[in-house]
């Protein structure tokens, strides 16, 4: 068997955290953020936990399971 590729789309886009769930960016930081408030804009730093429907697909992407 070869061995697993690793989806290089997915890896620059998700991590896994310590303790082994995934983390993606906020949307909507990228342009025209003049209209956007400066409390939404702040909050767009944070990271996120992935929804568990999307989990399994993505850490598939990354090579795990």
Do not use: C, Q, W, Y
Not at 25 to 46: D, E, G, N, Q, V
Not at 52 to 59: F, G, H, L, R, Y
């Amino acid at each position: 068997m070869p061995k697993m590729k690793t989806h290089r789309g997915a890896a620059k886009r998700f991590r896994f955290t310590s303790g082994g769930k995934l983390i993606r960016r906020r949307a909507f930081k990228s342009h025209i953020l003049t209209k956007k408030s400066p409390k939404r804009k702040r909050s767009f730093r944070k990271n996120v936990l992935i929804t568990p429907a999307d989990t399994n697909e993505v850490s598939r992407m990354l090579g795990k399971k």
